[in-house]
């Protein structure tokens, strides 16, 4: 099993670009999450999903979208990049009860 | 209010010595806890869980449901393990993040 995967694993963007995250998991997983983790300030939520087709906003949801047409993949959506969107980017999943399961990463720099 | 508490940013020691990453909780309920480490540039990965009592690398960790703790102890640190360290919590459907402690341990 690959068990979480992310795609890519950097990213540079300008101001006012968008891009699109992927994250992949292959172990039948209900629950996805996106985190952001940035220095001093943690691990912070940005949005999760309880299963096919939901979503729910997370502690930092602004200025990001997310979507989850399969079970497993969750895609994050930046529609129009800003620089303090700068940050380490953390997938995992999950399901009901268990340990979360994390992804890489995806380093993003916004110039 | 659901609130992890981790009051270190960084704590510093050299190798041998005791360790002590604490972690306070803000709960009403029977709290559900948990310890993740993150080694440089890897991913998170679990280190401990309370309803496991387990003895990970060295580490453990019990709960106090009457100080609301649920700090995380090593008695001789060692260079390997200086990392991130997350407290989190299980609330509705997600976890909840202490803002982590760096450990460094210095040879």
């Known amino acids: 099993n690959a068990g979480v995967t992310q795609t890519p694993k950097f990213r540079v963007l300008k101001t006012g670009q968008s891009m699109t995250l992927l994250c992949a998991q292959d172990m039948n997983h209900e629950y996805m999450y996106w985190y952001r983790q940035d220095p001093g300030m943690g691990l912070r939520l940005i949005h999760y999903?309880?299963?096919?087709?939901?979503?729910a906003k997370g502690e930092v949801p602004d200025g990001y979208n997310v979507s989850r047409l399969k079970k497993q993949n969750f895609l994050l959506g930046l529609e129009s990049a800003a620089p303090s969107q700068t940050s380490v980017y953390f997938c995992?999943?999950?399901?009901?009860?268990?340990?979360?399961?994390f992804g890489p990463g995806t380093r993003l720099t916004v110039t | 209010a659901q609130r992890v508490t981790q009051p270190e940013k960084l704590l510093s020691v050299f190798k041998g010595a005791p360790v002590e990453l604490k972690c306070n909780y803000s709960?009403?309920?029977?709290?559900?806890l948990f310890w993740y480490v993150q080694y440089s540039r890897q991913r998170l990965q679990l280190l401990l869980r309370?309803?496991s009592r387990e003895s990970i690398k060295g580490f453990t960790a019990d709960l106090n449901k009457g100080e609301t703790s649920f700090h995380l102890k090593k008695p001789f640190a060692q260079e390997e393990d200086s990392a991130m360290y997350y407290c989190a919590l299980r609330g509705t459907d997600k976890l909840i993040f202490g803002t982590g402690t760096r450990l460094q341990v210095f040879p």
């Open positions: 995992a999943s999950t399901r009901a009860g268990y340990e979360q399961y």
């Open positions: 309370h309803i």
């Open positions: 999903s309880v299963g096919e087709g939901t979503t």
């Open positions: 709960y009403s309920g029977s709290p559900e």
